[in-house]
């Protein structure tokens, strides 16, 4: 029972360099997000997919870009990466929306990216 | 956009206490989520509800939808509750982003 897998678990880059994250449930989840944590602050939703080959903006999506080619992931790019990225970085999947009762929510095991 | 404060940001209390987390939201919400944060740092769900209350061994959680206000509690606290409990509510409770709002979380240590 994986549940999600996040990879990689740590990473450092330097300014201007790209990485992607991926994130793989293998629930037949739907609904999958990715969130920020930073010191001090309540995790925060980047982008979102309601399904496969669907992705949507969050609270702060500016400098990412994701995909949902296939159901199970849900990758997260930086294309150009800046210090105001370096976070811990948390993927999270659901039967059913936020907004629906039922569901439970599962998270990975969280990505610390830190960027020089 | 829902915003969301929990009390108290840190707390510290012996082996055997009652423990009370509070959370509350600026606007009516269909279902409101508690989680855990290990020290590790993985998260975990705790309980989703919408109404009443719920109870999950000794982990009770209840909301008032009209005050706009959630407590969880912990009964006989253990070492190993110590983690971060962490509140979140839909990002716009009328529709929109499918994500949660999450307050900065509760600190919680259970000194044996």
């Known amino acids: 029972n994986a549940g999600v897998t996040q990879t990689p678990k740590f990473r450092v880059l330097k300014t201007g360099q790209s990485m992607t994250l991926l994130c793989a449930q293998d629930?037949?989840?739907?609904?999958m997000y990715w969130y920020r944590q930073d010191p001090g602050m309540g995790l925060r939703l980047i982008h979102y997919?309601?399904?496969?080959?669907?992705?949507a903006k969050g609270e702060v999506p500016d400098g990412y870009n994701v995909s949902r080619l296939k159901k199970q992931n849900f990758l997260l790019g930086l294309e150009s990466a800046a210090p105001s990225q370096t976070s811990v970085y948390f993927c999270a999947s659901n039967t059913v929306s936020i907004y629906n009762q039922g569901g439970e929510l599962f998270f990975g095991e969280g990505s610390r990216l830190t960027v020089l | 956009k829902n915003e969301v404060e929990q009390s108290p940001q840190n707390l510290t209390a012996q082996e055997g206490e009652f423990i009370t987390i509070n959370c509350s939201y600026s606007v009516g919400i269909s279902a409101l989520h508690w989680l855990q944060q290990h020290p590790g740092g993985g998260i975990v769900s705790l309980f989703m509800l919408s109404s009443g209350k719920k109870k999950h061994g000794r982990l009770i959680a209840t909301i008032n939808i009209q005050e706009k206000h959630s407590s969880l509690h912990i009964t006989a606290s253990h070492p190993r509750d110590s983690a971060v409990y962490i509140c979140a509510v839909p990002h716009y409770p009328g529709g929109g982003a499918d994500g949660l709002t999450f307050g900065k979380g509760t600190h919680l240590i259970i000194q044996p």
């Open positions: 629930m037949n989840h739907e609904y």
């Open positions: 997919s309601v399904g496969e080959g669907t992705t």
